[in-house]
């Protein structure tokens, strides 16, 4: 990776957490999925986007 990955993870954060968001309502509507069983989802997703950024800086700083 280089010098700008955890800018890069940072800038996206936000919109791959709507878009998880989003999927979840749609999957809530349309399949049997309600929202109340998977939003934990949401948590997994920002936990794998704050450990990809952690590494991303930790590669930055060797």
Do not use: C
Request: charged share 15%; aromatic share 12%; net charge positive.
């Amino acid at each position: 990776m280089n010098s700008h990955s955890p800018a890069l993870l940072r800038a996206v954060r936000g919109p791959v957490l709507l878009i998880t968001l989003g999927m979840l309502f749609t999957a809530d509507y349309f399949a049997d999925w309600p929202f109340h069983r998977t939003w934990p989802v949401l948590l997994i997703v920002f936990g794998i986007l704050k450990l990809l950024e952690r590494m991303s800086v930790r590669q930055t700083e060797s």
